[in-house]
């Protein structure tokens, strides 16, 4: 699975680096950065509650 | 479980309906939406969306093939009237009735109003498109209400050229909610950008020209904004049986009557980290709180108390506000971080003795996040902010 963030959509609340700090992080900004872009099964429930929990839907799972 | 109803189609009946899905329920899932649109986000309203920004299309928070995917039987643009508890049914105000194994509230909140007509408010997508096509260079703006949501819309107002007042009842904005110090440290920032703030003044009534206030003096406007906060939408589960009071009362798994759960601003649970009953108006916790009844609802036997660290973001001018924990009712500030005047620091805030709170202005995530951690963990005041010096008493 791919995941996608729509950068200008964050409001730099880190809750995706508090769920899945594997695959976020956040710049001095606190705006979140993809560490991956691809990942695999092990990660993939941490990416969905990433999801879920996201307060700007910026965020995606997309199918490759 | 075969028949689970949402009842509210914004952010926290969204994750708990993705939730539920994303936990295996496969039975039928009811999704009940009072407004005609598909789930938009509300905070970019009287940001993004309020500046013209955004287009109205950005705010969608779920694509079509999302939404799709969770296979609901989604009932948009009619409103939940009835719940009967002990038929397990909820009546829509297209007269239809709606049966379930598990209910989950999340009706939300609607703005105070002032009893008259020709006023804005802003909690839906249709009152911030109504807005932002009356403000424009030289309209006069006048804000009843300097909290977030008011400040927000003097900020955008001013960016846009409006010329703004803020009305405000109490001597300092925000201060109840983060404190003296930060309610004067963002009071400056709107000074600076030229908002007319009016502190310890009373709104008696909008007329057609503006705003009067008790004492008599008239307020011009073109456009009044009324932003003194919001109600919980609980009247349609008046006679149902429901506690409700200041919201539907729920125990500490966001349950309010068996295998009925309330999430989201309509929900008033108890927060075991906290020790005390809560209703939380922030976007974070619609998603949070959503998640957790859903959770609760499909897996009776191993239910999790709902024991979030809260957390808000205000957006005004250059000045991005976060804050964590529950300031309210709080005992003493101290500055941990940096400095207010230059508009880079974190504030901790006291409650007995633990810390409960903290607000940041301008500072790295890295700086916020202890504080984060420190609040979830109910750090001592004494251990965690030893070396600073109080700000206020």
Known sequence: MKVELEADKCVASGQCVLVAMD?????????????????????????????????????????? | MRRIVVVGASAAGLAAAE????????????????EPLAPYDRPPLSKQLLSGEWRPEKLDLRTADDLAALDLDLRLGVAAIGLRLAERTVRLADGSTVPYDGLIIATGVRPRRLPSEGAHVLRTLDDALTLRDRLGP???????????????????????????????????????????????????????????????????????????????E????????????????TEWLDGSGLSVG????????????RNVYAAGDVARWYNP???????????????????????????????????????????????????????RGHDEVAVVEGDLAERRFVVAYRTGDRVSGALAVGMPPKAIRQWRQAIATGASWAEAVRPAVPAES
């Open chain 1, 23 to 64: 695959v976020f992080d956040q710049d001095d900004d606190g705006i979140a950065i993809l560490l991956k872009q691809e990942i695999g099964d092990d990660l993939l429930d941490d990416v969905k509650e990433a999801v879920a929990v996201c307060p700007a839907a910026a965020i995606r799972l997309v199918e490759q």
């Open chain 2, 138 to 216: 030289g309209r006069r703006l006048v804000i009843v209400g300097a909290g977030f949501l008011g400040a927000e819309a003097a900020a955008v107002g001013r960016q846009l050229g409006c010329e703004v007042t803020l009305l405000e009842p109490a001597p300092v904005p925000l201060a109840h909610a983060v404190g003296t110090d930060v309610g004067e440290m963002l009071t400056r920032a709107h000074l600076e950008r030229g908002v007319n703030l009016r502190c310890g003044v009373t709104v008696a009534a909008v007329t057609e020209d503006g705003v009067r206030l008790a004492d008599g």
């Open chain 2, 19 to 34: 939730t539920l899905r994303r936990e295996g329920y496969d039975g039928t899932l009811t999704l009940v939406g009072d």
């Open chain 2, 218 to 233: 008239l307020v011009e406007a073109d456009e009044v904004l009324v932003a003194i906060g919001s109600m919980p939408n």
């Open chain 2, 273 to 327: 980290l906290f020790g005390t009953s809560m209703r939380i108006e922030h976007r974070t916790n619609a998603a949070e709180q959503g998640m957790a009844a859903a959770r609760n609802l499909l897996n009776s036997e191993a239910r999790k108390p709902f024991s979030p660290v809260p957390y808000f973001w205000s957006d005004q001018y250059d000045m991005k506000i976060q804050a964590f924990g529950y300031l």
């Open chain 2, 246 to 257: 200041d919201g539907v009362v729920c125990d500490q798994y966001c349950e309010a009557a």
